[in-house]
């Protein structure tokens, strides 16, 4: 007995101390370990079920995005809907290969996916060919239609054509009421003669007021008892006929062409029909019974008659003595330009003698041609 309580005094003291080791061991892997480290005890995953679950070979990894399930995973066990683990991770089954696309119908297909067989090129028949052919009449036809388009449609004109813009005639009017001349002051006029141009061109229309009023005149003394009256009468309508083309084609027309040529030649010839102007201008202001001028002689004895027809003729009387002065005006300031631009009488007389050995040429050559051609008309 004596031994068998020294055996159990001996255990419990080596029991003590063993215990003793282990708390001090414990303490001191307390002030030892890293208190940073991630402690095995507080990680979830580290359970053994989950870490068999994901390390065992038996359990493949699940993939949520194939289309074709496995059978293991579409089956299920259990009351609870819950399937077996094993079997829902279970392997992979092959994809089932995919059905091959049916041909697309033969009204769906588009045109251009279809392959066309080229058709083969249809002989016509010589009677078909012939009968296609145009005939002769049928190609005169057409030609006879397309000139008279051609003739209907805007003409052509040469290089340097200058329509007739003047008189501004409207195109309604007969054949003999159509423009004569082209006149563009603005366009063919050079600027330094622009001016004198259309100054010109005002004492034209003033021209045409005076013979227009000489007209009226002469016809109101025909009520005054003035010695040739009727004649004067006659005479007036024809001066009014007359003068105002003639003085349009004769002095304006020269002064027109020879700013727009600088020509000496149309220069000299204006200075000379606008002289005759200015003889005219006096020859109506002084007014000589009988003559078809209703001037200061008609005035002074129509009014010795009427008042009124007597002012009527004195009305005319300074008309023509207005004109008369704006035509020396315009003598003086042409004057001037002709100095101005070097023109002389030299070359004048160049000028013509180039236009008359031109018209000279122009007329034996035509006499020529006309005698040649008539020549090869008559019969042999």
């Known amino acids: ?12 003291l080596r029991s003590s101390h063993h215990t003793a080791n282990t708390a001090d061991s414990a303490v001191m892997s307390d ?18 079920s989950v870490t068999a679950a994901t390390t065992a070979s038996t359990v493949p990894e699940y993939n949520p995005f194939d289309a074709a399930p496995t059978p293991a995973a579409a089956t299920s066990s259990g009351d609870d809907g819950v399937g077996d683990g094993a079997s829902a991770f279970g392997a992979k089954a092959a994809p089932a290969p995919a059905p091959a696309p049916a041909p697309a119908p033969a009204d769906d297909v588009p045109s251009w996916a279809s ?34 388009k051609a003739a209907q449609g805007p003409l052509q004109y040469p290089p340097g054509y200058r329509p007739n813009n003047w008189p501004p005639f409207p195109a309604s009017f007969p054949s003999p009421l159509k423009p004569c001349y082209h006149q563009d002051i603005k366009g063919e006029i050079p600027e330094w003669g622009r001016s004198a141009c259309r100054q010109a061109y005002y004492l034209w229309y003033l021209t045409v007021i005076c013979l227009f009023w000489n007209f009226i005149a002469s016809l109101s003394a025909l009520g005054a008892d003035v010695k040739g009256d009727a004649t004067s009468a006659g005479v ?9 083309p003639c003085s349009y084609s004769c002095w304006f027309r020269s002064l027109y062409n020879g700013f727009r040529k600088d020509s000496s030649l149309r220069y000299g010839w204006f ?59 315009m003598i003086k300031k ?31 050559t035509s006499d020529t041609a006309r005698s040649a051609a008539a020549s090869a008309a008559r019969p042999s």
């Not at 049928?138 to 008279?148: G, I, L, S, V």
């Open 334 to 364: 042409v004057l001037s330009i002709y100095r101005a631009t070097g023109q002389s009488m030299e070359k004048a007389n160049e000028e013509w003698q180039r236009e008359r050995d031109a018209g000279i040429y122009k007329a034996v």
């Open 271 to 329: 200075f000379f029909t606008f002289g005759f102007q200015f003889i005219a201008d006096c020859f109506f202001a002084v007014g000589f019974p009988g003559t078809g001028a209703a001037g200061l002689w008609v005035g002074i004895s129509a009014v010795k008659e009427d008042k009124i027809i007597g002012i009527i003729v004195f009305v005319s009387f300074m008309l023509w003595t207005v004109h008369a002065l704006l035509t020396l005006y």
């Open 31 to 48: 002030w030892t370990d890293n208190p940073f480290a991630s402690s095995q005890d507080d990680n979830p995953f580290a359970d053994p």
């Open 115 to 148: 392959e066309k067989k080229p058709e083969p090129k249809k002989q016509a028949a010589p009677a078909q060919k012939a009968a296609a052919a145009p005939s002769e009449d049928e190609r005169r036809r057409k030609e006879y239609e397309e000139r008279e």
């Open 1 to 12: 007995s004596l031994s068998l309580s020294l055996s159990l005094l001996s255990h419990s």
């Open 236 to 244: 007036s309508t024809l001066f009014l006929v007359l003068f105002i």
